[in-house]
């Protein structure tokens, strides 16, 4: 896979957690281990694309 397919490949990941986020979020029943678990998640995705694309 090309760097720009896998910058791309993370971007589409890091938008999916932010729906899943917000899903879980919207649920009156939350689950807030859930949420954070996702966030990290997230937050790493958006580590590494910062890298790559500097």
Known sequence: ??????????????KSLEKQIEAEKSHAAQDTLKV?????????????LERLQH
């Open 1 to 14: 896979m090309s760097l720009q397919g896998h910058v791309n490949e993370l971007a589409r990941r890091h």
């Open 36 to 48: 954070v678990e996702l966030k990290r998640k997230k937050l790493q995705l958006k580590d590494e």
